[in-house]
């Protein structure tokens, strides 16, 4: 299967900062690409996703991009604010399915 | 999201009594999910079911069974907790075809003492 691997686990920047979260994946048929909020006690939200025929999508002040070639795609939030803070997960797709094989999480945390 | 709901909600039981998880969803779709989370590990993909007949095993199933007893309705059980089954569990639901997207339920918080 897939295997996704999510850095850094703990990332903390000065509010109005940017933020990069960085994900690789194994299985290059991967062709699908979410990533999800998740609050404090809250559940996972999709906020924005990618999939393998884009290079870069942008909503806002998030943005993704992916890089095909070496497996890898970015998570990149600008002008960050305090209710940017909470964990961050990517995941990947294989076509075959509808499995999302996601990564270990990023804690974000933005300091006022 | 307040069209998949998880009951209940939070859940204490002792090794080796069987419990019971169930998740509801009134967004029409027909696949679902059951994760778990753990500190440090994301989450991961106990079971999935594409539609009522379809039934299959995730990443670790081990320890767990499912049943989609309707398109709307999709139970997690352990059959005999044990403790390292303690977890943040999350039911979710997605469309068949191209928009793959999945929807969370609130989660289910367990302990096995």
């Known amino acids: 299967g897939e295997n996704v691997e999510q850095h850094p686990s703990t990332l903390s920047v000065q509010e109005g900062d940017s933020a990069v979260i960085k994900c690789t994946y194994s299985?290059?048929?991967?062709?699908?690409f979410p990533w999800y909020k998740q609050e404090l006690g809250k559940r996972p939200q999709l906020i924005i996703d990618?999939?393998?025929?884009?290079g870069e999508k942008k909503d806002q002040r998030i943005a993704v991009t992916l890089n095909k070639t070496a497996k890898h795609f970015s998570l990149h939030i600008t002008e960050t604010q305090p209710e940017d803070s909470a964990v961050y997960f990517c995941?990947?797709?294989?076509?075959?399915?509808?499995?999302?094989?996601f990564g270990t999480g990023t804690s974000l945390t933005v300091i006022p | 999201d307040a069209d998949v709901t998880q009951t209940p909600r939070n859940r204490i039981t002792k090794t080796g009594k069987r419990i019971m998880l169930e998740c509801s969803q009134t967004?029409?779709?027909?696949?679902m999910y059951w994760y778990r989370q753990d500190p440090g590990l994301g989450l991961r993909l106990i079971y999935y079911?594409?539609?009522?007949?379809?039934?299959n095993k995730g990443e670790i199933s081990d320890g767990y069974s499912v049943s989609r007893q309707a398109q709307a309705k999709f139970s997690l059980s352990l059959e005999s907790a044990i403790p390292n089954q303690t977890a943040l569990y999350f039911c979710?639901?997605?469309?068949?075809?191209?928009?793959?997207?999945?929807?969370f339920g609130p989660g289910t918080r367990l302990l096995v003492l």
């Open positions: 979710a639901t997605s469309e068949s075809g191209w928009r793959e997207t999945q929807y």
């Open positions: 299985d290059s048929a991967s062709n699908y």
């Open positions: 990618i999939r393998s025929n884009v």
């Open positions: 995941a990947a797709s294989l076509p075959t399915g509808n499995q999302f094989y």
């Open positions: 967004k029409g779709h027909d696949r």
């Open positions: 079911s594409f539609d009522v007949k379809d039934i």
